[in-house]
C-alpha cells in the first residue's frame, strides 16, 4: 500500500494567502473605523450602515473561502483573487482619495488636520493597498505557476 502526499504548499503561496488575510484584517479595521465615524455624526443612518457592514461581510466571506482554495492549489481561485482583488478591489481603494483629490481638496490640508479615526482609516487602507498588491505579485511567481498548474 502507497500512500500519497499532496504536495507541500510553496513559499510565495503561503506567503500570498498571509498578504491576503492581512488585506482582509485590514479590511476590517477600516470598515469599523468607518462605521464608529459615521455612527458620531447626528444624522448616522444605522440601517443603512448595517446594510454596509452585511455586504461588507458576505464580500469578505466569499474573499476567505477563494483564499483557501488558491492555497490548496485551485488555478480558477488565483484569477478570481487576481481579477477582483488586484483589478477591482486595488480601484476601489484608490477611487475615493484620487476622487477627493479631483474635487480640489489639498492633500496637505488633509494632513495637517488629521485626526486619530482619519489617520486609521488612512493606515488600514494603505495596509489593505499594499498587501494586495504584493500578494497578487506572489501569485505569479514560478513556484506558484508550477503549483497551480499540477492541479
Not at 30 to 46: K, M, N, Y
Not at 64 to 93: E, P, Y
Not at 116 to 145: E, S, Y
Amino acid at each position: 500500500m502507497t500512500t500519497r502526499t499532496a504536495p507541500s504548499v510553496p513559499q510565495p503561496v503561503e506567503h500570498a494567502y498571509w498578504l491576503l488575510g492581512l488585506a482582509l484584517f485590514a479590511g476590517v479595521v477600516e470598515a469599523i473605523a468607518h462605521t464608529s465615524t459615521a455612527l458620531e455624526g447626528p444624522d448616522a443612518d444605522v440601517g443603512s450602515l448595517a446594510r454596509q457592514l452585511v455586504v461588507r461581510g458576505v464580500v469578505y466571506g466569499a474573499v476567505l473561502f477563494v483564499m483557501t482554495r488558491f492555497r490548496s492549489g485551485r488555478a480558477w481561485a488565483r484569477n478570481t483573487l487576481a481579477i477582483g482583488l488586484g483589478v477591482f478591489g486595488v480601484a476601489s481603494l484608490v477611487m475615493e482619495p484620487i476622487a477627493w483629490m479631483w474635487a480640489g481638496n489639498d492633500p496637505m490640508s488633509a494632513v495637517s488636520g488629521l485626526t486619530l479615526d482619519v489617520a486609521v482609516i488612512a493606515a488600514a487602507r494603505l495596509t489593505h493597498l499594499a498587501a494586495v498588491i504584493a500578494a497578487v505579485a506572489l501569485m505569479f511567481r514560478p513556484d506558484a505557476n508550477r503549483y497551480l498548474t499540477r492541479r
